[in-house]
């Protein structure tokens, strides 16, 4: 009989940690996956049940160790991120204070984003949150293969993961909105790599250059008449007097929304897709738009009121199935591009610009870029994207792969082509073949800095407490109040 996984497990493999380095203050996202637990608590230190948010006097279930304004660190929380850091080949592996650190931030970030009105977009988390589910269906090679593995739906898991990715991504982009204007110099990189001891310079792993060229499925015409046919039915019952709220809470694929009835709130003109919009601003209040296509799927939209050069409508969205969408004609289009590159009559870096509807990599040439350096050379471990991983493997250098089914970032089936252009081997980095890498570690660092001075100026702001277990952290005892 297969193991089911709890929802714990759950986090621990998919969430792929916003974070900070510990030990670092605030460092770079590309760290061990790393739960971040999103509950929000008004009740003093003690035992809680997992799941409530409620102090259970006399149970040692988990235990908060530290508040900060309305969120908490559980002791679950720290213990799992310290193993996970224990449990890598990282060098310099951080301590308990340091990982506790690190969690304490990320609170004292998402708290003083809630209190400066920094707003995280339904579509950012909606995206995020599908590319962590796509992870998981490379990891366990399908959909079916998750719902096994932890005996909950998809969308079940997404629903109960959806907090912890918002806060990660609310700590994100508060840390950038904190240092946008921070930038880095050519000769902030070479002071910064001179000031690294000898005995201490990064020893990098094997490294890769890697292409591709990407072609999205088409959704077939019984699956567009499938989808319009269900919004159709679902229109004439509120014609017919049902609640389109309603519906959109039962039937909307847009969850974000759909949990306040398809509300979208208020929206500037231009700031929405086109076919939205212009469907949107031929409605008088409450009246319901034709069935609308986008690239996010088929929509009914309802206005809601019109307040000058802004707009409140709701909408129910219908997705295709992924099951349903034809990968034949993307599939004959690569091999026939393959073909051509192979017999040297097509350079696959034209036919990446030309060809691939992957924008970001198609700009390159086809080279995927780590998103954290922007470097075009990628770890060749098990931090690399598995399906990548596993299929670089059985690749030689210099080889073009046959096409590959692949999910694209904003959860899109598609095919994709594989270029192995390059192969480093482990080396101690260097300013000559590791400048983009050493530029993002000396940003990072500055970014750092630029944030623990705020940080400085802003802690009298929210209330932070910690368990007395912890206060002879010494990397804590900027965080804590005096008094404490």
Known sequence: MKKIF????????????????????????????????????????????????????GIMIDKIIAKVDNYYVLKSDLDRM??????????????????????????????????????????????ELTGRMDQMIGQYGSEKGIVEQFGKSLEQLKGELRSVVREQLLARQMQQKI?????????????????????????????????????????????????????????????????????????????????????????????????????????????MSDIVETEYGFHLIQLVEMRGQEYNARHILLRPEYARLDLSDPKRFLDSIRTRILSDSLKFEKAARDHSEDKITAETGGLIRDRESSSSKLALDTSMEPVLYLTLDTMKLGAISHPIEFRTDDGKSAMRILYYKTKLPPHYA?????YQKLAAYALNQKRNTSVEKWFAKSKAEVFIQVDPEYRDCSTLQSLIPSGQ
């Open 6 to 57: 709890s929802t714990a497990a759950f986090f621990a493999l998919t969430l792929t940690a916003f974070a900070q380095q510990p030990g670092d203050s605030l460092a770079s996202a590309n760290q061990p996956t790393t739960p971040n637990t999103s509950a929000r608590d008004t009740s003093t230190l003690g035992t809680v049940a997992p799941g409530t948010g409620e102090s259970t006097p």
């Open 82 to 127: 310290f193993q996970e850091y224990k449990g890598s080949s990282q060098p310099n592996t951080p301590n308990e204070c340091q990982c506790l650190e690190s969690l304490i931030m990320n609170k004292f970030l998402v708290a003083k984003a809630e209190i400066d009105s920094v707003l995280l977009p339904d579509k950012t988390l909606e995206n």
């Open 179 to 287: 240092t946008e204007g921070v930038k880095i110099t050519p000769s902030e990189v070479r002071q910064f790599f001179n000031a690294i001891p000898k005995d201490s310079i990064p020893y990098l792993p094997t490294e890769v250059e890697v292409g591709q060229i990407v072609r999205v499925a088409k959704v077939t015409r019984e699956e567009k008449s499938r989808l319009r046919q269900r919004l159709f039915d679902i229109k004439k019952r509120v014609e017919t007097g049902e609640d389109f709220a309603t519906l959109a809470k039962e039937s909307s694929e847009d969850v974000g929304s759909a949990q306040n009835g398809g509300n979208l709130g208020f929206a500037k003109r231009g700031t929405m897709l086109p076919e939205f919009e212009a469907a949107s601003m031929k409605l008088k209040a409450g009246q």
């Open 430 to 434: 260097s300013l000559k073949d590791d």
